[in-house]
RNA sequence: CGGGGCGUGGCGCAGCCCGGUUAGCGCGCCUGCUUUGGGAGCAGGAAGUCGGAGGUUCAAAUCCUCUCGCCCCGACCA
């Protein structure tokens, strides 16, 4: 391509809305676009590495035997409704209505389309296993899009569904696509991590999601140096009681007006937020359930959500906090509080002389005693596991880091055929739901990804497998006959080779050319001047190590080609 | 949804508090000449209903009300 008939609008000054290296480098690169908020158009440059990862995803897809198909973005409500994710889902779906009142769905997920086209027309278990992929552009109203393409409203992913006789057989695929996800992601050079992850809305038993280690990732995984890794919804760990070594002393309340927070409370009764025990109200399928923990940490909804055994915990509203607890928000508390569940965390446990809230407005309890003063239904690990933890495994520190969440598999189980009637015929005659996985990758959150770790200050420094081109050539000055006459005639030999090659001849002064060579970060850059073709040379530069050499002109072609195989 | 910030030529910003000629600056863009190895120089030029609507006023980018969009933080952690 020559850059004079391309659209590659590059900008020197970061956009005022971005915030991430890969969201400014994307703006500034002239990758993208951004519409609306969430919404991006992907231009050329960005449309190319695009579809060089989706290239690489199909390779390694179809390498396992996965079928691609291509489903449609809109579906019907009754669909979602089947399997109850309609209302299960929540403002994410993104809903649309036609002319005629009927409700749709844009998809932010197959499953329910995927199913309803598997029962349909799978009748045998001789028909089985099968795994059906597609890429394809998803929807999710996200309650906040960030970071550019990293969290979007309209973003591409490949997703694959798998559809088994027995958990066996998922056990198998599900270690293949976890394979072919690392296959991909070492193609794409990118420094990763699959991590044991929560199943969330997507639902089933079993789940991993790889990470891309960035510290611009929203996501936050804790790791262990015995291997033990697991996003922070999922994972578990040891919590160090904390005791004070106190003799039980005599449970009274005092005044705490106004102080609703932890901190508020510890500040203003001088006292450590770990000697408090906080109580959260939930809803769980519609009751309310009070929740301890210590107050120096968190709750993890996912593993309170699994402790319940419920799919969806949320806080419970202020209203019926205070029905529940007779105080308003922020003074509810453990004692005496009756006709409802209490789930306590371990770290809750040990504790001797706590604060807790005193379930009547402006009032806290002192000395309480867990056992003593209030009797848990249950004591439950439902902490937030945190850096310094002990690992479950082998009870060494847990560490943490940041990463980006690029894709994650769950072992569905029958939890979509179930609800929506997809069975099979097994060996005996009878009938039975299909056993199902699900694998999906986000294909435009890699290309961000794929930033984050191959960038400096002057842009971006691709790795050739996913660079829009692999080799720039750079006409120093085209108004010089020989130049521009050297760097035609190397270009042209570059294509003939079937070589993808960016032809910078523009005319341009040498350090806009510069400048903009490095920005959009082509692994190999071949220099043409005056300079060099004196020496009888071209120079090439790798963009990603600085590594220059002097590559006579004579034969240049077939050496420039023999440089681009050899690049990372 | 709550809090905060920002909307001024294509991009990045100033001006607004304290209303008052033709609304500035840098980059980019166009024309010409010069220049050509790390974001060139000179000269000339085009381009903005100051997000939108309403209001106050002799006069509004500037003050008031409403509204739309974008960004950041938080979203029931008691």
């Not at 089947?82 to 209505?97: F, H, Q, S």
């Not at 420094?191 to 790889?210: D, K, L, N």
């Not at 106004?258 to 959260?280: A, D, N």
């Not at 371990?346 to 604060?355: C, Y």
């Amino acid at each position: 391509m020559r850059w004079s008939k391309a659209l590659i609008p590059t900008h020197k000054e970061d956009p005022s809305d971005a915030e991430t290296t890969s969201h400014k480098l994307m703006i500034r690169a002239g990758l993208m676009r951004k519409l609306t908020s969430g919404v991006y158009s992907y231009l050329p440059l960005g449309w190319r590495t695009i579809r060089k990862v989706e290239t690489i995803v199909r390779e390694e897809m179809d390498h396992t035997g996965a079928q691609e198909i291509h489903m449609p973005v809109l579906s019907p409500a009754e669909l979602w409704k089947e399997t109850g994710r309609w209302d299960v889902y929540g403002a994410e779906l993104w809903r649309v209505r036609d002319r005629n009142g009927r409700d749709f769905a844009l998809g932010p997920t197959h499953e329910e389309v995927v199913t309803d086209i598997v029962r349909n027309e799978i009748r045998s278990y001789r028909e089985l296993p099968f795994n059906l992929y597609q890429i394809q552009t998803k929807f999710r109203d996200e309650i906040r899009p960030r970071f550019g393409v990293v969290r979007a409203r309209e973003f591409m992913m490949k997703d694959a569904y798998s559809f088994h006789r027995d958990e066996d057989s998922l056990d198998e695929t599900y270690r293949i696509m976890c394979d072919a996800y690392s296959r991909i992601f070492d193609r794409c050079s990118l420094t990763y991590r699959p991590v044991e992850a929560a199943t969330g809305a997507i639902g089933g038993s079993h789940s991993h999601e790889f990470m891309v280690l960035s510290d611009t990732g929203e996501s936050e995984v804790i790791v262990c140096d015995c291997g033990y890794a697991a996003t922070d919804e999922r994972a578990e760990g040891k919590v160090a009681p904390m005791t004070s070594g106190e003799e039980p002393g005599e449970m009274k309340p005092v005044d705490t007006p106004g102080m609703k927070t932890i901190e508020e409370v510890s500040e203003f009764l001088g006292v450590e937020p770990w000697r408090l025990v906080k109580t959260i109200v939930y809803e769980v399928d519609g009751r309310p359930v009070a929740v301890l923990v210590r107050g120096d940490r968190e709750i993890n909804e996912s593993k309170l959500a699994a402790a319940l055994g419920s799919e969806v915990v949320e806080p419970a509203s202020p209203e019926v906090i205070e029905r529940t607890t007779g105080a308003p928000v922020g003074f509810a508390g453990p004692v005496g509080l009756d006709g409802i569940e209490i789930i306590a965390d371990h770290s809750v446990e040990p504790m001797a002389n706590i604060v807790v809230g005193g379930n009547r407005a402006d009032v806290h309890m002192t000395n309480v005693c867990p056992g003593r003063d209030f009797e848990p239904n249950a004591y439950r690990d439902v902490v937030l596991v945190r850096r310094g933890d002990a690992c479950p495994r082998c009870g060494g520190p847990l560490d943490s880091f940041r990463g980006i969440e690029v894709s994650q598999a769950f072992k569905l189980g029958t939890k979509y055929s179930e609800s929506m009637n997809a069975t099979f015929l097994d060996e005996d005659g009878t009938a039975k739901p299909l056993i199902m996985g699900c694998y999906g990758l986000g294909v435009t959150r890699t290309v961000a990804a794929i930033i984050e770790q191959h960038n400096d200050e002057n842009g971006i420094a691709w790795p050739k497998a996913v660079a829009p081109y692999s080799v720039e050539i750079l006409a120093v000055n085209v108004k010089s006959e020989d130049v521009r006459n050297l760097a035609d005639w190397l270009y042209r030999e570059l294509c003939d080779r079937r070589i993808d090659a960016l032809y910078d001849d523009r005319n341009e002064s040498p350090g806009v050319k510069f400048k903009d060579a490095d920005l959009v970060g082509m692994p190999l850059r071949i220099t043409v001047g005056d300079r060099g073709i004196k020496k009888g040379i071209v120079e090439a530069r790798v963009r990603a190590t600085g590594e220059e050499s002097e590559v006579p002109i004579e034969g240049a072609p077939d050496r420039i080609a023999k440089i681009v195989e050899t690049l990372p």
